[in-house]
């Protein structure tokens, strides 16, 4: 089963904005050195690189990207620059956190994410950054990050909550893709191939997608970790 879809470009897209609260300066510090002045730069630039306009990201987003690393064990200013260059692939430029299809069609979508698991009356479509798909996803995030159900619950939560948005994309980076060998040694296909190889990678026939991945990675590991030389191993090539 696919764990994480893809949003699709809309004109109608998620919520951007996020709340707008919290520490509003630039050089709020995160581990490894990335501030709110690098996280909205690499965003911009991981924009231009394949030829997109992303919104600069709020100031919570970017509080609430610093303040989630460690749930997706973050080891390195490396990683962070893999894990966002993945994210914004995912969300549309941290534009979508909830599938765009199931915005204009929710009675298509609570059809096609069905299963016998479901709790009465909730769906369990794409949401968050990373798109979270499937009741077992959501059990398996509310109990990685809160030891209960909450999220399989209310799983609308996840979409509507900065913090939530962010915290099950690091639960997935983490359980997921962060072990991975491949992304340890500094290969970003190999992030690819964690998150949706099957399409992407070893001949799937959306490999220009993960080229434009690969694109955006390129803009963000200057800025996240200057000297870093960016390695497209381990998905197409």
């Not at 798109?131 to 999220?151: I, V």
Request: aromatic share 10%; with cysteine; net charge negative.
């Amino acid at each position: 089963a696919t764990e994480a879809t893809e949003a699709e470009t809309s004109d109608t897209g998620g919520d951007s904005s996020g709340d707008s609260s919290g520490d509003s300066s630039g050089s709020t510090s995160g581990d490894f050195g990335i501030t709110c002045d690098k996280f909205k730069e690499a965003v911009t630039k991981a924009s231009s690189a394949i030829g997109q306009s992303y919104p600069t990201p709020s100031d919570k987003q970017c509080t609430s990207f610093l303040a989630g690393m460690p749930k997706g064990d973050i080891a390195s200013a490396r990683e962070a620059a893999m894990f966002l260059a993945n994210i914004l692939w995912e969300s549309d430029g941290l534009q979508a956190k909830e599938e765009y299809d199931c915005q204009d069609l929710p009675d298509w979508c609570a059809q096609n994410y069905k299963t016998p698991e479901d709790a009465p009356g909730k769906t369990y479509w794409g949401r968050g950054y990373i798109q979270l798909t499937w009741h077992y996803n959501y059990e398996a995030a509310s109990e990685g990050l809160f030891g209960d159900d909450r999220l399989v619950e209310s799983p609308d939560q996840v979409a509507t909550d900065e913090d939530l948005a962010w915290g099950v994309s690091f639960w997935f980076w983490k359980e997921n893709v962060h072990g991975d060998a491949g992304v340890q040694e500094g290969n970003f296909g190999s992030s690819i191939n964690k998150i949706n190889g099957a399409l992407e990678c070893n001949g799937g026939t959306a490999q220009d997608k993960a080229k434009k991945r690969y694109e955006m990675y390129k803009a963000i590991l200057p800025i996240f970790a200057p000297g870093e030389l960016p390695k497209e191993t381990g998905c197409y090539n």
